[in-house]
């Protein structure tokens, strides 16, 4: 979707939490923060940043989750979930679902493309 200078942010397919993104680390392996240096963090953080500053602008979310986890795919990447009054997760994390448990929403081929055109704008 968009190339970062630390990272590419990559629309999920998965969009029952409209916009949500994820932000992965392109440099090198590193499956941990910790794993970086000092420049590396301040490029991706810069990149986390202006991602879900993108992201936010684009869909206007009540609330957005930032989100590092690491225990399915353990290469550094942040989820960027936007989340909105009513979802069915709202005020709780989206995480305690079971992967195979949690709603699956595909967006059309135009809309999906509209989104990712939005989004890339406003990086």
Known sequence: MAVLSASSLYLAKNQTYRGQCQLVFDRRHAARIDEL???????????????????????????????????????????????????????MPIWTTPLDAMPDRRLDPADREELVAAIRQRL
């Open 37 to 91: 240096t000092a420049g590396e963090y301040e490029a991706f953080a810069r990149d986390l940043f202006a991602a879900q500053n993108a992201v936010v602008r684009t869909v206007r979310p009540d609330h957005v989750n930032i989100e590092s986890l690491g225990n399915v795919v353990p290469h550094l990447h942040w989820h960027i979930v936007p989340r909105y009054v009513g979802d069915a997760r709202w005020g």
